[in-house]
């Protein structure tokens, strides 16, 4: 299972201003399922969405980082939490030295993972 630094966006109640962080991300196995701060995601099409969680169905939406610091949709607003164990390599990929405090907030983002919640709770899902 890979880590991957992405783009994470809460869409459900939001539309383009919904929370948004830069963190370490897990991918299953099979690349469906993403894990991010004891949530899972699997992909979807939604029209402002392309990830929903599992567990509570709410829509995000989840990419690879830009380079720009675009990362937001042109219509939405609101800073970025990055993980602080990331701001090396976000800086490093956006070419800067610091993040501009207007866009971003640094905040601890712990791994949790929950693999076995979920796959019980597709399991179950499965068996119904």
């Known amino acids: 299972m890979a880590h991957d630094l992405m783009y994470i966006e809460l869409k459900t109640g939001y539309s383009d201003d919904g929370p948004a962080w830069i ?17 899972a995601f699997q992909k979807c099409r939604g029209t ?5 969680d599992i567990e ?4 995000y939406w989840i990419s690879g980082l830009k380079k720009r610091e675009s990362n937001r949709h042109w219509a939405g607003h609101g800073k970025i ?3 602080r164990r990331a701001v090396g390599e976000y800086l490093s990929l956006i070419g800067c030295t610091e993040l501009p405090s207007h866009l971003f907030d640094v905040i601890d983002i ?7 919640r979920v796959h019980s709770l597709l399991n179950e899902k499965a068996e119904e």
Do not use: I, M, Q, W
């Open 23 to 39: 963190g370490y991300v897990k991918a299953s196995k099979s690349g469906k399922t993403l894990y991010f701060n004891d949530h």
């Open 48 to 52: 402002y969405s392309n990830y929903r």
């Open 56 to 59: 509570s169905g709410e829509a």
């Open 81 to 83: 939490a990055v993980d």
């Open 110 to 116: 712990e791994d949790s993972f929950p693999v076995e």
